[in-house]
């Protein structure tokens, strides 16, 4: 499974970004897909979860972008998006895509990462 991100980029505090991420490769591997997700990795910081979502819709979200962040997903292309609203400098970071196929929450495949810079 390949996963390929896009959206990032730089925006003022306050702005919104909405990233997309489309998963690729053979059918029956793409099939297999459970969870898409995006974490996030900050200078000095460890990656952290941001977002999750299921095949059947049920979402996890992290304390720190729940209001503001939404995690959708869309089966028939196999994307997830995430739409990030009122962001605030803490949310610069790089943002990965993942999706997993072994268990319900877990992921093992990851994109490149694409890199979010919010200005004060």
């Known amino acids: 499974v390949q996963l390929q991100a896009s959206g990032g980029g730089l925006v003022q505090a306050g702005g919104s970004l909405r990233l997309s991420c489309a998963a690729s490769?053979?059918?029956?591997?793409?099939?297999?897909?459970?969870?898409m997700g995006w974490y996030r990795q900050a200078p000095g910081k460890q990656r952290e979860l941001v977002a999750a979502?299921?095949?059947?819709?049920?979402?996890n979200n992290a304390d720190s972008v729940k209001g503001r962040f939404t995690i959708s997903r869309d089966n028939a292309k196999n994307t997830v998006y995430l739409q990030m609203n009122n962001l605030t400098p803490e949310d610069t970071a790089v943002y990965y895509c993942?999706?997993?196929?072994?268990?319900?929450?877990?992921?093992?495949?990851w994109g490149q990462g694409t890199l979010v810079t919010v200005s004060s």
């Open positions: 490769g053979r059918i029956f591997s793409i099939f297999a897909i459970k969870a």
């Open positions: 993942a999706a997993g196929v072994r268990t319900d929450w877990g992921m093992d495949y």
């Open positions: 979502i299921t095949k059947g819709g049920s979402t």
